[in-house]
């Protein structure tokens, strides 16, 4: 019997068991899904296999994912694992595993790093976003310290550096496009 034929087996007798832990009738199903009774007793043993169009009003009406109702493999590990870089004394933390497009990252600057301005440029468009400490950026002819929770957007070209903005720790979140997307979009006010 090759998997599908397996969980499509199984179906019949996790519906019972889901059925009667709530102690309902098929009856009672039967009105709340407006699937006949015999439809649903034949669900149940076997003789009826499954269909979409069964399966997701008992979900419904049990009120679980229609994963739970055909025992449905685990999908794997949803977790990130972060794998950290070094740039120097900076740790950089890739959020986002998407080649190309906006990625995401997580920078730490670690203390009395950093601390001279070596203006860059490139293709993209970049927004920070400081998490915690005090950031320099330095921006075209603008050299400014960002608190934490402020946010800078730019276009990376720009000349533009940053680095310490004091002598303690900086931990900044980015996105980057390397396209040049903007990084969101702001709504204006509906026109009366």
């Known amino acids: 019997m090759d998997e599908l034929e397996q969980v499509l087996t199984e179906v019949g007798p996790r519906l019972r068991a889901l059925r009667e832990s709530r102690s309902v009738t ?6 709340a899904t407006g699937i006949s009774v015999s439809t649903l007793s034949r669900l149940e043993s076997g003789g009826r296999k499954p269909s979409l169009e069964l399966l ?29 870089m070094r740039r120097g004394d900076e740790t950089i933390i890739p959020l986002n595993r998407q080649p190309g497009g906006l ?17 860059k440029t490139h293709e993209g468009y970049e927004w920070m976003y400081v998490l915690n400490g005090r950031l320099r950026l330095v921006l075209g002819q603008h050299d400014v310290i960002m608190k ?8 990376t070209h720009v000349p ?10 900086v931990e900044i979140l980015s996105l980057f496009g390397p396209q ?3 990084m969101h979009v702001r709504a204006a006010p509906k026109q009366s």
């Open 180 to 182: 040049g997307e903007r």
């Open 148 to 155: 934490t929770g402020e946010v800078a957007e730019f276009d």
């Open 26 to 31: 098929l009856a009672a199903l039967s009105k």
């Open 56 to 84: 997701l009003p008992l979900a419904k009406a049990h009120q679980v994912p229609l994963d739970e109702l055909v025992g449905a493999p685990p999908t794997g590990d949803p977790r990130v694992h972060l794998q950290p």
């Open 103 to 119: 990625r995401a990252f997580k920078h730490i600057i670690p203390a009395n790093s950093r601390l001279t301005p070596e203006p």
């Open 160 to 169: 533009h550096w940053f680095g310490n903005g004091d002598d303690r720790p």
